[in-house]
């Protein structure tokens, strides 16, 4: 069974500051990572995605997230914050070959403040 | 290229009443999901559908349910609501989600169903 640990419900930076939003994972095939953002009232739409190509993804905005192997880790940061990057952010996971058709397993989501 | 739609945004219903809930996938996707988010329980996975055939179901009660036709969009349906499926239900469509990572889950905006 896969499992999703997104450390922090609430994170808040000072705009220009590092944003660091922490994921872990637990997966018993290879996994695909995953990073999506939400705003209010609004779907999820993808910042980055790991597929067992490189270890650091790059995604949208700005963001970049560093797979883990050994610390089955996947965390998400961006070097200097924006006021549009608050929003709430959910890590997920989904496995190769297994028989999770379809299926996303999500943390429980980590909500980014931007202070002015 | 128009993306995943869902209609309608927001509903409100009657304990004990029924609610279908659509979604169009972007075109040319045969995979969708459906995913119920509450402050509670977060992300949730419902059920999955590709080619009209569910190939992979969620842990939730069989007054969920849901089809997928020929052009591949999908319903939902609850039935006998309950105050508790007061949710944002989320519906994600892709080229087809078993591949992992090599294609991406596109989210729509979502429904907001309030049970009264």
């Known amino acids: 069974a896969q499992s999703v640990t997104q450390l922090g419900s609430h994170v808040s930076v000072s705009e220009g500051a590092l944003v660091l939003l922490r994921c872990n994972y637990s997966?018993?095939?290879?996994?695909?990572l995953f990073w999506y953002v939400q705003y209010p009232n609004q779907g999820l739409q993808l910042l980055l995605k790991y597929t067992s190509a490189a270890t650091l993804v790059k995604g949208i905005n700005g963001f970049e997230a560093e797979f883990k192997k050994s610390e089955t880790s996947f965390h998400l940061t961006k070097p200097s914050a924006h006021m549009s990057d608050a929003a709430e952010y959910f890590c997920?996971?989904?496995?190769?070959?297994?028989?999770?058709?379809?299926?996303?397993?999500f943390g429980q989501g980590t909500i980014l403040t931007v202070h002015p | 290229k128009a993306g995943v739609t869902q209609t309608p945004r927001y509903l409100i219903k009657t304990r004990g009443q029924q609610v279908t809930l659509s979604c169009s996938p972007i075109s040319g996707h045969r995979s969708v999901s459906w995913y119920q988010q509450t402050p509670g329980q977060g992300l949730q996975f419902l059920f999955e559908y590709f080619s009209e055939t569910q190939r992979n179901k969620g842990n939730f009660p069989g007054r969920f349910s849901g089809r997928q036709f020929s052009n591949s969009r999908s319903e939902m349906n609850v039935s006998t609501l309950e105050l508790g499926d007061s949710a944002l239900y989320l519906c994600?469509?892709?080229?087809?989600?078993?591949?992992?990572?090599?294609?991406?889950?596109?989210f729509g905006q979502g429904t907001r169903l309030t049970v009264v």
């Open positions: 997966s018993s095939v290879p996994p695909y």
């Open positions: 997920a996971v989904s496995d190769l070959g297994g028989t999770s058709y379809g299926k996303l397993t």
């Open positions: 994600a469509s892709s080229l087809d989600i078993y591949r992992g990572g090599d294609t991406e889950a596109f």
